[in-house]
């Protein structure tokens, strides 16, 4: 007993002692919200939650490179300091012909730390990486459970659900960990986690490849609970429940809404499009006489409307045929990668820039009627070692790649367009592809496909900074992680093609945009948002607010006829309103807090804040037709960080209502009718407090749920 007493001391005296060595490290970085120790060859000694003041030993630290010659675990590679300047930290080592590189970076005023890892050969000859295991950790103490996270998405016919991050769970808080890539595999349990991916990659001499980013984020329960409240079958998003705590989920919205960066739009303020491939079918096809009139008789319209941006060109490729049909045109372009004019194309642009009306184009990367390269057939796909090659080309290939950059660049510079978009087929899993000439290793190149979509993204983005670059299906099978450089994403699916539950469309745009953030954790600036005229059943105003709460840009989807200035002023005096509205507000509509819980759950009101400081705007939804209350803290969980006493006013009419004067700290409780809309603007005030007075036995609905 005496023996065990003073075994137990030794251990005690030496974990006190690792911990306080540890925490005077010199070798760590620190943020707000985490610190991570390291040892001198930049393994993790310790992870520190600064939120909940945790502490997370960690016993293993280590990374695994598999060549086709050799096994590289960095655990074994004496790493050394190479820089150390501010809160950024680089360790380098070599071993097997490669030189491999590893920097810790945090930024001040986050919860999280990135580790970015990169490797060089300096072999002379070709190494091929098959396989890596990074993010590899063994805590010394387990949490009290771990989970996996993908992004949702669910569909039979399509390999959605890709890699997001995992969760490392304690009763009060805990870290989330994970790889900026979305097709790493899981190796998790309470007291470990590994990541897997498969580059299958062939590293030429002298070239260095930066791998994907490992991130670790602290959060602190918040005692919220994110959770699914689907009642019907959905269009792809999996129907399994999956509850996170909201601290979890913002955690993860920051890692996300820093890597998926917000870029301006080609004019400041709200930007505003008319998209005319929903608003006119008879537009959709290819570009002739009869529809180039049509154009522009939609396009003096859109000018006399006084609220529009832009007018996109419904037919791909700028006028040479109907989405997914075939176009020979294109099909016979070559290496030259120039995009042929088309007359009746040119007649319409022209005649938009006369109007002041900025002008946008789009294409399929891939279809099976879209036969780019016609002169390459060796371009396609071969899924099988000597068979046969199917319809898509391969973009794995860099070689095809840089001609479909070169073909897009041409599209955007010969019309002088202010905004692309890709539909259909881009990213494909599984990427099998087995041709010898296309430039990656034979067999899985779902890494190399990646790399050079999301490359020519970013080569777009930093060649056309105001471009407003948009994402409809080609990237859902490679999920959030892929949307770098873009501006804009089709959300989950086309809004309004799913109404289950019997909601509207403005419902169904609420209800997509509530899992891009809380389940995907995409940041608010990337939704795509659609305003109706006349086919949202709740309303205009409601289809308006209901896209303002959602970015800080939209498109009009459909169309109302006009023949004089006096009736466009009537049709579109709401929208040139609120655009207005959102001109001056801009900066409130960048980021939000979702309230309530899942919109379109039963009986469920739905919200949104957007806070900064002391003032913003709340928007709350009731798609149901009866009234219902809501409750919400006016506490920094809705971002509100300044300020004693505030004046709450339903700026929804042409008057503001004053709804009453709160103190921080109190609960707004407010009812809303059914099937209505409401814009309330928060500011502080000295007015003397007011309340709604709420009737005897009315059930509020939470701002922040628990179950």
Not at 35 to 53: C, E, F, S
Not at 172 to 199: R, T
Not at 201 to 228: H, I, N, Q, S, W
Not at 545 to 571: C, G, N, V, Y
Request: hydrophobic fraction near 40%; include cysteine.
């Amino acid at each position: 007993m005496l023996k065990t007493k003073v075994l137990l001391v030794i251990v005690a005296v030496l974990s006190l002692s690792w911990a306080v060595n540890a925490a005077q490290s010199p070798l760590a970085v620190r943020s707000r919200g985490i610190a991570v120790n390291l040892d001198a060859h930049g393994r993790i000694t310790a992870i520190k939650n600064l939120i909940t003041g945790a502490n997370y030993p960690v016993s293993a630290d280590d990374c695994r490179i598999v060549l086709d010659s050799a096994t590289i675990s960095l655990s074994d590679v004496p790493m050394k300091l190479s820089s150390n300047i501010g809160n950024s930290i680089a360790f380098t080592g070599s071993a097997s012909g490669l030189e491999i590189t590893r920097v810790y970076t945090a930024a001040a005023n986050r919860g999280y730390f990135n580790r970015d890892l990169s490797i060089k050969n300096i072999s002379g000859k070709p190494i091929v990486v098959k396989t890596i295991m990074d993010c590899s950790l063994v805590f010394a103490k387990p949490f009290a459970s771990a989970a996996f996270h993908d992004d949702n998405m669910s569909r039979p016919d399509m390999l959605y659900e890709t890699s997001v991050n995992v969760f490392m769970r304690n009763p009060v808080g805990g870290l989330c960990a994970g790889l900026k890539y979305p097709y790493f595999k899981p190796d998790i349990a309470n007291d470990h986690v590994s990541l897997y991916y498969e580059p299958n990659y062939r590293l030429k001499p002298g070239e260095k490849l930066d791998l994907p980013t490992m991130f670790v984020a602290a959060y602190k329960k918040l005692g919220c609970t994110v959770r699914k409240a689907i009642t019907w079958k959905t269009r792809v998003l999996s129907m399994k429940q999956e509850e996170m705590d909201l601290g979890e989920v913002r955690a993860m919205q920051q890692v996300m809404g820093d890597y998926l960066t917000e870029y301006p739009l080609p004019k400041d303020g709200y930007y505003l499009w008319l998209n005319c491939y929903w608003a006119d079918k008879t537009l959709r096809g290819r570009m002739d006489a009869q529809r180039a009139d049509g154009y522009i008789k939609l396009m003096d319209e859109a000018k006399m409307a006084k609220c529009l941006d832009l007018v996109t060109i419904g037919s791909v490729w700028c006028g040479w045929g109907l989405f997914i049909k075939p176009a020979p045109e294109i099909d016979a372009v070559g290496a030259d990668a120039v995009l042929p004019r088309n007359p009746f194309t040119d007649r319409v642009v022209e005649h938009a820039q006369s109007l002041g009306l900025a002008t946008s184009g789009f294409c399929e990367p891939n279809a099976a009627t879209r036969h780019y390269r016609k002169d390459h057939p060796d371009f396609r796909i071969q899924p099988k070692p000597n068979g046969p090659t199917v319809a898509d080309n391969c973009h794995a290939n860099p070689e095809y790649e840089d001609w479909f950059y070169k073909l897009t660049c041409s599209a955007i510079d010969t019309y002088h367009l202010q905004k692309w978009a890709w539909d259909h087929s881009w990213m494909k899993r599984p990427m099998i592809c087995y041709n010898p000439t296309h430039g990656h290793e034979p067999g899985n190149c779902e890494f190399d496909e990646y790399r050079n979509v999301t490359d020519m993204i970013m080569k777009l983005r930093q060649r056309y900074p105001r471009e407003l670059l948009e994402i409809y299906w080609g990237l859902k099978e490679a999920g959030p992680w892929s949307l770098r450089g873009l501006s804009s994403l089709e959300n989950l699916y086309e809004n309004g093609q799913d109404t289950g539950h019997n909601m509207s469309i403005a419902d169904d745009l609420r209800f997509q945009h509530w899992y891009n953030h809380n389940y995907r954790f995409i940041p608010t600036h990337l939704d795509l948002a659609q305003i109706y005229m006349t086919r949202e059943r709740n309303g205009h105003l409601y289809s308006i607010l209901s896209a303002l709460s959602a970015s800080t840009h939209a498109s009009l989807a459909d169309w109302t006829p006009f023949t004089t200035q006096s009736e466009a002023d009537k049709i579109f005096a709401p929208l040139r309103r609120w655009k207005a509205w959102a001109n001056a507000n801009q900066a409130y509509l960048r980021d939000r807090v979702d309230l309530f819980g899942q919109p379109i759950r039963t009986d469920g009101i739905d919200g949104t804040a957007h806070i900064i400081g002391d003032k913003g705007f709340i928007f709350v939804f009731n798609p149901w037709p009866e009234e219902h209350w809501g409750s919400i803290p006016l506490t920094d969980t809705i971002g509100l960080e300044k300020g004693s006493k505030f004046s709450l006013d339903n700026i929804t009419g042409d008057a503001p209502k004053r709804l009453g004067v709160y103190k921080k700290g109190d609960n707004f409780v407010f009812p809303i009718p059914g099937k209505s809309a409401m814009l309330i603007e928060l500011k502080p005030t000295n007015d003397a407090i007011s309340h709604i007075i709420v009737p005897t036995g009315t059930k509020a609905q939470p701002a922040f749920p628990r179950y």
